[in-house]
């Protein structure tokens, strides 16, 4: 019973922090976040889908559905080629099967 409430007041938080989210189809908020990373540029790609997956639970779902987000990677060199990321890896190029992968170098 306590984990049932907890489930409900969460899902009754992330309500609240985007009701607008829940009411449209995944369809279109997945083209509304691809569409946000191409206006955000090259730098920081790496961590936008990751911030749209913190947002809430129903945001999460979107970015996880929406394989475009995970087609574009910008990595800055040398920082980012640490085991962790090397781990990382290929989950996120699981993610964006499908969709041609575009990869961008920085530092």
Not at 37 to 65: D, M, Q
């Given at each position: 019973?306590?984990?049932?409430?907890?489930?409900?007041?969460?899902?009754?938080?992330?309500?609240?922090?985007?009701?607008?989210a829940r009411r449209l189809?995944?369809?279109?908020?997945?083209?509304?976040?691809?569409?946000?990373?191409?206006?955000?540029?090259?730098?920081?790609?790496?961590?936008?889908?990751?911030?749209l997956c913190s947002v809430?639970?129903?945001?999460?779902?979107?970015?996880?559905?929406?394989?475009?987000?995970?087609?574009?990677?910008?990595?800055?060199?040398?920082?980012?080629?640490?085991?962790?990321?090397?781990?990382?890896?290929?989950?996120?190029?699981?993610?964006?099967?499908?969709?041609?992968?575009?990869?961008?170098?920085?530092?």
């Amino acid at each position: 019973d306590i984990q049932k409430s907890r489930s409900d007041i969460l899902r009754q938080l992330n309500d609240c922090r985007d009701p607008i989210a829940r009411r449209l189809p995944l369809e279109v908020s997945s083209e509304i976040f691809f569409y946000c990373l191409f206006l955000r540029g090259g730098n920081g790609t790496l961590a936008f889908p990751l911030v749209l997956c913190s947002v809430c639970t129903r945001w999460k779902e979107i970015a996880l559905h929406t394989r475009g987000l995970w087609s574009y990677l910008h990595i800055d060199l040398p920082n980012e080629l640490t085991p962790e990321f090397m781990d990382f890896l290929p989950g996120w190029l699981h993610r964006g099967v499908g969709h041609p992968l575009r990869l961008a170098f920085g530092g």
